[in-house]
């Protein structure tokens, strides 16, 4: 089967920087996505990866590994407004997201 | 701009009633998408549309169906509510007609629905 494994929850201090871990197992791949989700809202789109390496944004990073299924997010002076879910996801060889449970990250002063 | 909206923002339905979740979309985007997301696990696609006329299946499409008559509107049909659908539904669209680009998909607000 296919499989997205992320931390249930993580916690951090503002200013700080966390690694948000996502690993993955699916039937072929064809980029990787991760979403910032708030509490009673729409996920909203960060970062994509295709190739090896690390994409950077600001004060968000994306980094993918094919060969070891694996992927994280880099969240640099962190903010209480960055407490939110974050979501990895894969998409398959059919072209469909597969989709991990999200990392709930709190961010205490 | 809209983007993607969605209507109602939260409905509460009686078990063996229907219902019909409402997507409209202004970004001209080929592709849509309804997911649910329920405590615990990641959004599971339900159905999905990759161009108006057309429509598939998803990982969890029991109970729903849905229609594309034109490029900007995707409803979610539940014929009959059963307590297992109460969820929080997702549309979401995207671009799927640049090659080699990412087709990142954009969500539409929500809606809670609750069966009893």
């Known amino acids: 089967g296919q499989n997205i494994d992320q931390p249930t929850e993580m916690t951090a201090t503002e200013g700080a920087i966390v690694q948000i871990n996502c690993t993955y197992q699916t039937s072929g791949f064809n980029g990787l996505f991760w979403y910032q989700q708030h509490a009673g809202e729409a996920p909203t789109f960060l970062s994509y990866?295709?190739l090896d390496g690390l994409e950077e944004k600001g004060r968000f990073s994306s980094f993918l590994s094919r060969s070891k299924g694996y992927s994280y997010l880099l969240l640099k002076e962190l903010q209480m407004k960055d407490s939110a879910s974050y979501l990895c996801a894969v998409r398959d060889s059919n072209y469909q997201l597969i989709w991990g449970a999200g990392t709930k990250l709190i961010i205490k002063p | 701009t809209a983007g993607i909206t969605q209507a109602p923002t939260s409905q509460i339905l009686a078990a063996g009633r229907s219902m019909t979740l409402r997507c409209t979309q202004d970004m001209r985007h080929n592709a849509m998408y309804w997911y649910r997301q329920d405590l615990g696990l990641g959004l599971r696609l339900i159905h999905y549309?990759?161009?108006?006329?057309?429509?598939g299946k998803g990982e969890v499409p029991d109970g729903y169906s849905v229609s594309r008559a034109n490029t900007d509107d995707f409803p979610l049909t539940l014929a009959s509510a059963v307590p297992s659908q109460t969820s929080v539904y997702f549309c979401?669209?995207?671009?799927?007609?640049?090659?080699?680009?990412?087709?990142?998909?954009?969500f539409g607000p929500g809606t809670r629905l609750t069966v009893l």
């Open positions: 549309s990759n161009t108006a006329g057309t429509t």
């Open positions: 990866n295709v």
């Open positions: 979401a669209s995207s671009d799927n007609t640049l090659a080699g680009g990412p087709d990142t998909q954009y």
